[in-house]
Nanobody, 127 residues
Framework: QVQLVESGGGLVQAGGSLRLSCAAS????????MGWFRQAPGKEREFLAA????????YSADSVKGRFTISRDNAENTVYLQMSSLKPEDTAVYYC????????????????????WGQGTQVTVSS
């Protein structure tokens, strides 16, 4: 079983920055492809960014490209989402997710492809 714990959310003014962290349990973090998603009230869960097991491949949604950057530190069992130039429409609960896959550089964009999810962290951007 994999446990994921997000942190780093909060209230920020428009134009500001936040860095979200997602700490994973387990001894095989470098076997997890990771992703970040968000969900605003009344909306579907939205893909933001994904990263392969060793960080060699990344992909960001067009809606956040150039503003959000995903990265990971396998020694710390942590994946990050650096967010800048935040807008009020970025307000949502942000989730990290893990896909168990051995020896693969693949990344995943659909929520149904992921095996484990964190509990989410709230990000609120004020105008």
């Amino acid at each position: 079983q994999v446990q994921l714990v997000e942190s780093g959310g909060g209230l920020v003014q428009a134009g500001g920055s936040l860095r979200l962290s997602c700490a994973a349990s387990g001894r095989t973090f470098d076997s997890y492809a990771m992703g970040w998603f968000r969900q605003a009230p009344g909306k579907e869960r939205e893909f933001l960014a994904a990263i392969s097991q060793r960080g060699g491949n990344t992909y960001s949604a067009d809606s956040v490209k150039g503003r959000f950057t995903i990265s990971r530190d396998n020694a710390e069992n942590t994946v990050y989402l650096q967010m800048s130039s935040l807008k009020p429409e970025d307000t949502a609960v942000y989730y990290c997710a893990a896909k168990i896959r051995y020896y693969s550089a693949a990344i995943y964009r659909r929520p149904t492809e992921y095996d484990y999810w964190g509990q989410g962290t709230q990000v609120t951007v004020s105008s």
